[in-house]
Structures are given as structure tokens and as C-alpha cells.
């Protein structure tokens, strides 16, 4: 009865909508604050689904980019020195400590401390 009638209410909510409510659910539920709102140089916690992972190789140090959206903001997770890192791929869901900086205005932690997490706790 309680999925029906969720089903009725999410009738007027997009499906983008609705991912990124569950999203923005997970991610208090496993100690994340939402990434909007935050200044610069402020340890945050953030927990959301990675959307993408990409290398940039450079010519002295790589570094492998994920972008990890909470339902609210997506903020960039940058590991210096890193080609590859097991678990890190797009689709899974992880929570992410880290000092928050803005360069060129993208939220972006450096080198953050991760714990790949189940997205949904029973």
C-alpha cells in the first residue's frame, strides 16, 4: 500500500526529480551534508552516486577525477597521482571526507578520504 501510494505522489515528479531526492535520502542517511552552500576551505563530507570517472594524464603527476552528485551538487574528487582505484567506477555510491575548495568555481576535493557504501541501508 505505501509503494502505491508513493507511486501516486511521484506521478507529478520527473524521474530526475525522484533519483535526486533518493540521493539526497542516501546521503544523510550515511552522514553526507549536501554540497551546496559551503564555503571555501571547509571540511565537508559528501555522499552520492559517482556520475563519471575520468584520467587526466599530465606530464608530471596523473590524476583520476570522479564527479559524485548527492542530489543537490556535483563535486569533483580528485586523486593526484592516481591512474586507477578499485571500486571507483561510474554507478557506484560512496561517502567522501575532504577539505572543499572551489577552483574555477567547481566544488572539488582533493585527495579525499572514501568509503565505498551500500546506497541503500535496510
Given at each position: 500500500m505505501?509503494g502505491?501510494?508513493r507511486?501516486?505522489?511521484?506521478?507529478g515528479?520527473?524521474?530526475?526529480?525522484?533519483e535526486?531526492?533518493?540521493?539526497?535520502?542516501?546521503?544523510?542517511?550515511?552522514?553526507?551534508?549536501?554540497?551546496?552552500?559551503?564555503?571555501?576551505?571547509?571540511v565537508?563530507?559528501?555522499?552520492?552516486?559517482?556520475?563519471?570517472?575520468?584520467?587526466?594524464?599530465?606530464a608530471?603527476?596523473?590524476?583520476?577525477?570522479?564527479?559524485?552528485?548527492?542530489?543537490?551538487?556535483?563535486?569533483?574528487?580528485?586523486?593526484?597521482?592516481?591512474?586507477r582505484?578499485?571500486?571507483?567506477d561510474?554507478?557506484?555510491?560512496l561517502?567522501?571526507?575532504?577539505?572543499?575548495?572551489?577552483?574555477?568555481?567547481?566544488?572539488?576535493?582533493?585527495n579525499?578520504?572514501y568509503?565505498?557504501?551500500p546506497?541503500h541501508e535496510?
Amino acid at each position: 500500500m505505501v509503494g502505491l501510494l508513493r507511486r501516486l505522489v511521484d506521478l507529478g515528479r520527473s524521474d530526475d526529480d525522484i533519483e535526486a531526492g533518493e540521493l539526497r535520502a542516501a546521503a544523510q542517511t550515511h552522514g553526507g551534508t549536501p554540497a551546496t552552500g559551503h564555503v571555501d576551505r571547509q571540511v565537508i563530507t559528501v555522499a552520492g552516486s559517482i556520475a563519471s570517472v575520468t584520467l587526466r594524464p599530465r606530464a608530471t603527476v596523473p590524476a583520476l577525477v570522479a564527479e559524485v552528485y548527492d542530489g543537490s551538487a556535483t563535486v569533483q574528487l580528485v586523486w593526484l597521482g592516481r591512474r586507477r582505484i578499485r571500486g571507483i567506477d561510474p554507478g557506484a555510491y560512496l561517502k567522501a571526507t575532504g577539505l572543499l575548495c572551489h577552483p574555477g568555481a567547481v566544488p572539488t576535493i582533493y585527495n579525499p578520504a572514501y568509503e565505498l557504501v551500500p546506497r541503500h541501508e535496510h
